[in-house]
């Protein structure tokens, strides 16, 4: 089985710049396909939370203006997505496939990057893992979400 649309979920750790190595030889050299490198961005559930003021005798809590929210909120994908292009640049640059460098706000990693596969329609990912956590003991916690949540094949890399 040839993969033609892999993801890379990547946070900038060693695991993950290993998932991103391996990625690459697997379609680098292919024009035809393509290597989504993608972070995730975690967002509280509730954008329009309340959240304590700086000053507690002005009052217990405030909420944001949904159209500043919304404006701050791009803007901060937007620098993430560049500062990710601009980190991988000199890694990316000699792939003959195209390549896509992303950013996917959601609820947690796993969510993030399930959604992020869904929505490509990816037939490959491939993370890192760190193993760091009770369950695990082979992989992490993102990585064996990943792996329940998707339903393309996962490998992990450490």
Do not use: Q
Request: glycine fraction near 6%; charge should be negative.
């Amino acid at each position: 089985m040839a993969f033609k649309n892999i993801v890379v979920p990547y946070d900038g750790s060693n695991p993950s710049r290993s998932a991103l190595e391996i990625a690459k030889d697997l379609v680098g050299a292919d024009p035809e396909a393509t290597l989504h490198v993608m972070s995730v961005m975690t967002v509280p559930s509730d954008p329009f939370h309340t959240r304590p003021l700086a000053s507690e005798a002005l009052a217990d809590y405030m909420l944001v203006e949904p159209d500043l929210y919304e404006r701050a909120f791009r803007e901060n994908v937007k620098h993430m997505r560049d500062d990710l292009k601009a980190e991988l640049a000199s890694t990316l640059e000699d792939l003959a496939c195209e390549v896509v460098v992303d950013v996917m706000p959601d609820l947690t990693p796993v969510e993030g990057v399930a959604t992020y596969v869904r929505r490509h329609d990816c037939d490959l990912v491939v993370m890192g893992r760190r193993g760091l956590g009770a369950v695990r003991g082979l992989i992490g916690s993102v990585s064996f979400g990943v792996l329940r949540a998707v339903d393309v094949p996962v490998m992990t890399v450490k």
